[in-house]
């Protein structure tokens, strides 16, 4: 069992930032692919940005150019640095493990363990 604890969130103004992070209480270098998610209210959750072991990430084409993801293996930390946000950021965000994932895989079927959320609020 891997439990995850975000944190970060808030509400900010449009083109404003935030950095989130997620707290695993398993190492991290023993998990291969980790991720964040966000789920808006009416919406389907999608993926925002992931990152395997090896470093490499893949990114929602809504958010590229704009978050970066991040993994520090000795804290246990995943981190998402958001930059100009939008109103259309506005969402719960998750962060998520995919144990047993090969690659920066964005599908939600391959990711087993969720935190609680944090809620990113962006004003336009």
């Known amino acids: 069992q891997v439990h995850l604890e975000e944190s970060g969130g808030g509400s900010v103004p449009a083109g404003g930032s935030l950095r989130l992070s997620c707290v695993a209480s398993?190492?991290?270098?023993?998990?291969?692919?980790v991720g964040w998610f966000r789920q808006a209210p009416g919406k389907q959750r999608e993926g925002v940005a992931v990152?395997?072991?090896?470093?490499?990430?893949d990114y929602g084409d809504s958010v590229k150019g704009r978050f970066t993801i991040s993994r520090d293996n000795a804290q246990n930390t995943l981190f998402l640095q958001m930059n100009s946000l939008r109103p259309e950021d506005t969402a719960m965000y998750y962060c998520?493990?995919?144990?047993?994932?090969?690659?920066?895989?964005?599908?939600?079927?391959?990711?087993?363990?969720w935190g609680q959320g944090t809620q990113v609020t962006v004003s336009s």
């Open positions: 398993v190492p991290l270098r023993s998990i291969s692919t």
């Open positions: 990152v395997d072991d090896d470093g490499r990430s």
């Open positions: 998520a493990v995919a144990p047993w994932a090969r690659g920066p895989v964005m599908g939600l079927s391959e990711y087993h363990y």
